[in-house]
C-alpha cells in the first residue's frame, strides 16, 4: 500500500499549485485531489503534471458530478487516474428515510455505471452521519447495496462514530481501494477538534492496517480536517504510516 497524501488537509495553503509544492517537499509522490478547483479539466491537468506527482484518486462533490460529469471523466482520463470518490452530502440534502437513501445510493450507480464505461471506478466516502440506523438500514449499507460501488472508508470518521475499523474492513473487504487515515482525540471532543495528527491519537492502527492488507487497498491517504501545522500533519503522517507497514512486515 502506498502512503499517499489528501489535499483537503491542506485546503488553506494557497492554491493547487501551491498545496502540491507543499506535499512534494513532504516527500510524498502521490496524491488525491478535492474538487476541480474552478478551472478546465487541461488547466487542473497541467497543474498536476507541473508538479510531478501521480494522481492515485479524485473526490469530486453531488453538484461536480451533477453539473460537470464530463469534465470529471477529462480530467481523469488526461491525469491517467481510474478512481473518483463522492466524499459529501450536505445536512440539507440528506434524506431522512431509508427510501431516501435507496434513492441515493441509486443516483451513485447510475453515475458508478456511466464512469465504469470510461474505465473508472466509482467510490463513497464516509463520514458518522451515513452510519446511522439499524444494523443493514444505515446510509452506508444502501449505498454498498449497489455491487457497482466501492467503499472509500475514512478511519478516523468510523472511530468517532463508535465504529471498529477493522470489523467494517474485513466486512467488506472487496469494496475497499483506498482509505482516509486520520486518528481521534484520546479526550474525544467534537467538530473538527476531535482530530488528531497519526499515531497521536486512539484508532488502533496495526489492527486497522492488518485488515487493510487483506483488500484491495492500494492507498492510505494521510488527512487531517482542521489541523494547526499543516506541514507536520503531513510528514508525522507519512513516517507513522511508513513504520507501521514495515512493522508488519
Known amino acids: 500500500m502506498r502512503v499517499s497524501a489528501q489535499l483537503y488537509t491542506i485546503r488553506q495553503c494557497g492554491d493547487l499549485a501551491d498545496q502540491l509544492k507543499l506535499v512534494s517537499v513532504c516527500g510524498f509522490s502521490d496524491i488525491e485531489t478535492t474538487g476541480l478547483h474552478d478551472m478546465t479539466p ?18 469530486f462533490d453531488w453538484e461536480e458530478f451533477n453539473e460537470r460529469f464530463d469534465d470529471i471523466v477529462e480530467v481523469l482520463h488526461l491525469l491517467e487516474c481510474q478512481v473518483a470518490v463522492m466524499p459529501w452530502l450536505a445536512p440539507q440534502a440528506r434524506p431522512g428515510t431509508v427510501e431516501g437513501w435507496k434513492a441515493v445510493s441509486g443516483q451513485l450507480s447510475d453515475w458508478a455505471d456511466r464512469l465504469r464505461d470510461h474505465c473508472i471506478s466509482l467510490a463513497y466516502h464516509n463520514h458518522d452521519f451515513d452510519l446511522n440506523g439499524e444494523p443493514g438500514e444505515t446510509p452506508l449499507d444502501q449505498i454498498l447495496a449497489q455491487g457497482n460501488i466501492y467503499w472509500q472508508p475514512d478511519i478516523g470518521w468510523l472511530v468517532a462514530a463508535g465504529q471498529c475499523p477493522a470489523d467494517l474492513i474485513t466486512r467488506h473487504a472487496t469494496r475497499i481501494l483506498s482509505v482516509h487515515a486520520k486518528d481521534v482525540d484520546p479526550q474525544g471532543g467534537s467538530g473538527d477538534g476531535r482530530w488528531r495528527d497519526l499515531g497521536e491519537g486512539v484508532v488502533d492502527w496495526d489492527a486497522t492496517l492488518r485488515a487493510l492488507l487483506r ?11 482542521e489541523t494547526a501545522d499543516h506541514k507536520r500533519t503531513l510528514q508525522t503522517g507519512r513516517s507513522f504510516l511508513t513504520e507501521q507497514l514495515e512493522g508488519i512486515g
Open 42 to 59: 487541461q488547466e487542473m491537468a497541467r497543474i498536476v503534471h507541473q508538479s510531478g506527482l501521480n494522481l492515485r484518486s479524485a473526490h
Open 215 to 225: 483488500t484491495k487497498c492500494t492507498d492510505l491517504f494521510v488527512e487531517h480536517d
